[in-house]
């Protein structure tokens, strides 16, 4: 036995085994373990069991952290590395903010050695919230995402990220071409997917900055390749809407300009989807296609009201986006917080079991990962997070008034933040150590 490559952790564990909106019984959705045992081999999950003495004599390096709980590492469908510099800038809505700040800030990305310093600070502000897997887009840049790359590759993080395809309505330093988008796309993917535990996604920024032509050409790169990804951002705003009317006169609305050009389907992820029409909802449906709820983002740039009892009631899937700059935090607690502010504005409600199940098992399941990651059963990717029950004073008197796990639970969503999280352990590895 290989000692070195074997991990053993005891402390309290939660994880999901089915979506809770989708069970008679929610105790069918998770397993919650008081005293258990981990047991990571080679990067990956080879046992969680109950806590017994014999089970921890064949562990005699056993890791003791009780108290403490561990989950999956939390996954981001949506989010933008360029944008950490400019998170919570201030007063606009998403046209405006575009303009005024986030092309400013990703004409910098064409400098290698920059998107090597922002790629650092991100994948580390991402470890440090406890998000171990994300959706990430780059900029116009090639730079921008082979420097992000790198740096997840060097810890064996599961990553996916795409150079932005942007040929007209935004500044001359920021536009491609049509042509130069594909090449440039295709000798990315040719470089990185599928390279370790990276994956590629082609990335048109959102219609109004692509071309018909522009479009097609990512639809050809879809063609070439059908297991990358697509990722764009639809129906996040009133006003983009009806600029991608007149942009696209001859499609019958926003979605079928991206359906018009293939890029619908089960790897591809349309962040917001706040104004969907009911034609549209079906489109989602039928196709097997993904919406990134961005929870801080659509109440920061004052986008609306996502509507995520529509998708569960027509088996949308949906997954759980911070969506930085836009959105205003990494957390992804910080995340379901304020979804489940979202969603009590609509009378509807959003339990905690919902909340850490999009967190972690809904956003792989979203993704097309979840025989990768999202639990902690046996043969998973060994990515999970050591959580601190209560990390402030106010916490701490918080939980002292929780009966039961649900409401412990529950106040972690609300209070919780990157403070919570003890430490993040990425393919079986400690990445990261608030101590």
Known sequence: MNQKSIT????????????????????????????GILVTENGKVSSLTTFSQESADLYPQLED??????????????????QTEMIAAYGEQLLEWLETYTFPTEKQFSDKAYAKKISQFFVNELLKNGTTSALVFGTVHPESVDALFEEADK???RMIAGKVMMDRNAPDYLLDTAQSSYDQSKALIDKWHNKGRLQYAITPRFAPTSTREQLAMAG??????PDVYVQTHLSENKDEIEWVKSLFPERAGYLDVYDHYGLVGDKCVFAHCIHLTEQEWQTMADSDSVIAFCPTSNLFLGSGLFNLEKADDIKVRVGLATDVGGGTSFSQLQSLS???KIMQLQG??????????????GSAESLSMADKVGNLTAGKEADFIVVDWAATDLQALRLENSTNLQDKLFALMMLGDER????????????????
């Open 8 to 35: 053993a952790i005891r402390a309290s564990f939660l994880h999901f085994l089915n979506d809770p909106a989708k069970v008679d019984n929610i105790e069918d959705a998770y397993q919650y373990i008081a005293d």
């Open 65 to 82: 952290k009780r108290g403490q709980l561990i989950m999956p590492g939390f996954i981001d469908t949506h989010i933008h590395y360029p």
């Open 155 to 157: 810890i064996d993080m």
């Open 220 to 225: 050809k790169l879809k063609a070439e390749y």
């Open 338 to 340: 304020e979804a489940y």
């Open 348 to 361: 509807q409600t959003l339990s905690v079991f919902k909340g850490l199940y999009m967190a972690t098992l």
């Open 420 to 435: 919570n999280i003890q430490s993040t352990y990425v393919a079986g590895k400690l990445v990261y150590s608030a101590a």
